[in-house]
């Protein structure tokens, strides 16, 4: 199936991920099919190049370059912040209308503590499911200001609100329930919704945005797309 194309110019070009393909291949071998940036390559023909990356499980907007003189230019602006990203998650509680989490984070047990910023916000809430009446979600946006490993699942985590779907953090016998339930299956429900960013050769603020995850969606039926 051809992948939905957000965003193209004449360096570079934006797609909406599917959960469930990496970005680029792996030390393990996989499918060119369960490959993005090759899925990507034979759909346009072209030479590519990914500029940063989303969890495999994370749906939403992920941008490559078709040279590598752009892809420089672009992680760039990446790795100094000025690009601005914000995700959509579905949590099990009810949160605070509004929130910051600076923790540090380390990604690994022998890797260094290092500074994170991600700022939330409180978007729908949903309760009354069939089977399980007490159950309260939560839809979240995360403007993550740092990009470090797993950064917003872990400050969800850490803050006692596990992404529904997240095997790793919110532990693999209720995400089977909550699976079940709403009809999600093993989904991950987090998206990389929007991204901004200025134009390496016009300099115009580009703002992409995807259709919100019909997963999530299911979750806030009245959720515009």
């Given at each position: ?36 940036m090759k899925v990507l390559r034979d759909q346009l023909g072209k030479h590519i190049i990914p500029i940063h990356r989303l969890d495999r499980p994370t749906s939403g907007v992920l941008l490559f370059a078709f040279d590598k003189q752009t892809s420089t230019m672009v992680q760039k602006d990446f790795a ?146």
């Open positions: 199936m051809p992948l939905h194309i957000l965003y193209q110019d004449e360096t570079l070009v934006a797609i909406d991920k599917p959960a469930g393909l990496l970005v680029h291949p792996g030390r393990e071998p996989e499918p060119p099919e369960m490959i993005a100094t912040r000025e690009v601005e990203k914000t995700y959509l998650a579905v949590v099990e509680g009810r949160t605070a209308d509004e929130w910051r989490c600076d923790a540090e984070l380390q990604k690994g047990p022998d890797e260094p503590w290092l500074d994170a910023l991600t700022f939330f916000k409180r978007r729908a809430v949903s309760d009354a499911f069939a089977g399980e009446p007490d159950l309260v979600l939560s839809l979240v946006q995360a403007e993550p200001h740092s990009g470090r490993f797993h950064q917003i699942r872990k400050h969800l985590h850490g803050a006692g609100l596990p992404i529904v779907g997240d095997f790793r953090y919110a532990g693999e016998e209720r995400c089977e329930q909550l699976g079940e339930l709403l009809g999600t299956g093993s989904r991950m429900l987090l998206q990389a919704k929007t991204l901004e960013f200025t134009h390496p050769y016009s300099l115009e603020r580009i703002r992409i945005e995807a259709p919100t995850d019909p997963e999530i969606r299911r979750c806030f039926p009245a959720l515009p797309e």
